[in-house]
């Protein structure tokens, strides 16, 4: 979904850059750089840091970002700009041997992202390098290669030893044929500034693809989602997280200013219930809140949350709640 023309700070549908600190667009179209616009898909195992760097790279919080693995469900696409160039990045979920239903849809979704991208940057973790997950990915990148360039980026260097960074460098690059190497740390902002210029001049030249002021191409209502189901995935144990999924039923602006936003938690047993809800509450209560005081920022306006948990057995099964994460259904059979 594209939000074309549309130019306040936050469109009901459309997520927007809020506070513009770049030049005025007539500045730049004074310059003699032609335009550039294209896709960076961010592909890599579970918890390599995609979302963070997506987030680092637009400059806002888009994807939730948690320590457990497959966060990411869906594609989710935010929107840089560099010079005279609009990188949109898609970030992926992760990469792994699917099982279930669920996520076999998130490993197509993130194969998918690759194969449309205009550059492919894989991220792995400098502290586990190459491992057998990695081993996989570049198995079936070198099988089926994309039609794009695909750079390594060594991801959380804060975290490994500088020694240990130049043996997997050489490592990596006897294992496949990368366009580039970079070392960056999502989290710290270490070495990202030259993958986004490096990114930048990749892009092919044309018309930029979204509005200068849009950040990412995810209506509102899954953002809403996404930040509760951040909350619960951080609070809750085990298996939980991957067990559950969160909707938003309602959003309705008010005369006040402020925005009601009604959702529903879905998890597969009754027993879940009582765990999502907490004693006396409790759990739910704080994860409201949490979601809440997020929302609240990100929208620049109050927000009144309301959060029901309802048992759905089959939900894991059920088309309409792939089509609400944007993943298809088919695509797990
Ligand atoms: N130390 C460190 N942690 C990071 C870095 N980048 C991401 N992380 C952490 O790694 C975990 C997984 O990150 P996330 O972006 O959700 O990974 P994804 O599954 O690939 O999207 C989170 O706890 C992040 O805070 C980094 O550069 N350094
Ligand atoms: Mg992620």
């Given amino acids: 979904m594209v939000c074309r023309g549309i130019k306040t700070k936050v469109a009901r549908d459309c997520v927007f850059r809020s506070d513009l600190d770049r030049p005025p667009s007539y500045l730049r179209s004074m310059t003699q750089t032609p335009a550039r616009a294209g896709f960076v898909a961010l592909i890599g195992e579970p918890n390599a840091g995609k979302s963070t760097l997506l987030n680092r790279m637009v400059?806002?919080?888009?994807?939730?970002?948690?320590?457990?693995?497959?966060?990411?469900?869906?594609?989710?696409?935010?929107?840089?700009?560099?010079?005279?160039?609009?990188?949109?990045?898609?970030?992926?979920?992760?990469?792994?041997?699917?099982?279930?239903?669920?996520?076999?849809?998130?490993?197509?979704?993130?194969?998918?992202?690759?194969?449309?991208?205009?550059?492919?940057?894989?991220?792995?973790?400098?502290?586990?390098?190459?491992?057998?997950?990695?081993?996989?990915?570049?198995?079936?990148?070198?099988?089926?290669?994309?039609?794009?360039?695909?750079?390594?980026?060594?991801?959380?260097?804060?975290?490994?030893?500088?020694?240990?960074?130049?043996g997997l460098t050489q490592e990596m690059a006897e294992a496949f044929d990368f366009a580039e190497v970079f070392m960056i740390s999502a989290e710290k902002g270490y070495g990202t500034d030259d993958l986004k210029a490096w990114l930048a001049g990749r892009m092919p030249e044309g018309p930029w693809l979204y509005p200068e002021d849009q950040i990412a191409d995810l209506p509102l209502r899954m953002l809403a989602a996404e930040t509760t189901r951040e909350k619960l995935t951080l609070r809750l144990h085990q298996e939980l997280p991957y067990q559950l999924t969160v909707e938003t039923e309602g959003w309705e602006e008010r005369a006040d200013g402020s925005v009601r936003i009604d959702q529903v938690v879905y998890v597969a047993r009754e027993g879940h219930r009582g765990i999502v809800l907490g004693r006396g509450g409790e759990t739910i209560k704080a994860v409201g809140k949490a979601a809440r005081e997020d929302l609240s920022e990100f929208l620049d306006r109050k927000v009144h949350l309301f959060l029901q948990v309802k048992v759905r057995e089959k939900w894991l099964d059920e088309r309409a709640r792939f089509e609400a994460m944007g993943l298809d259904f088919r695509d797990g059979g």
């Fill in 59 to 166: 400059g806002a919080k888009v994807s939730i970002v948690t320590h457990k693995v497959q966060t990411t469900r869906a594609r989710i696409r935010g929107v840089a700009i560099e010079g005279a160039s609009q990188i949109v990045f898609v970030d992926t979920p992760g990469l792994f041997r699917p099982r279930r239903r669920l996520d076999r849809a998130m490993v197509a979704a993130a194969w998918g992202g690759a194969s449309d991208a205009d550059v492919v940057v894989l991220l792995i973790e400098a502290q586990r390098g190459l491992t057998d997950g990695v081993r996989a990915i570049l198995d079936r990148l070198r099988d089926e290669p994309p039609k794009a360039p695909v750079v390594l980026a060594i991801n959380k260097i804060d975290r490994a030893p500088r020694d240990r960074l130049l």
